[in-house]
């Protein structure tokens, strides 16, 4: 299964030419590329799908979506590689 899993983009930085961000994950934090959402900033929530940030979304639906994905916690940790805390 592959997922889409909202993020807090705590960092952005340069790497070889491509917009990388540290994104926070509900405690989880991993690094995703930005190049597909130039104007995700920090403190934006975006949407990361196989280290790639695919589209912003709001703080709430960000927070709605990884209450569902908690209570899908096998899927999760499949996808991240750890559970979400």
Same mark, same amino acid.
């Given at each position: 299964m592959c997922l889409g899993i909202p993020g807090q983009v705590l960092e952005i930085r340069d790497d070889a030419g491509l917009r990388m961000a540290?994104?926070?994950?509900?405690?989880? =934090?991993r690094e995703a590329c930005l190049d597909y959402t130039p104007g995700a900033g920090v403190g934006a929530y975006v949407i990361v799908h196989v280290g790639f940030a695919i589209t912003e979304v709001d703080e709430a639906e960000a927070r709605r979506t990884l209450d569902?994905? =908690?209570a899908m916690a096998d899927a999760v940790e499949t996808e991240l590689g750890e559970p979400l805390p």
């Open positions: 540290t994104v926070d994950f509900g405690g989880v =934090r569902v994905l =908690r």
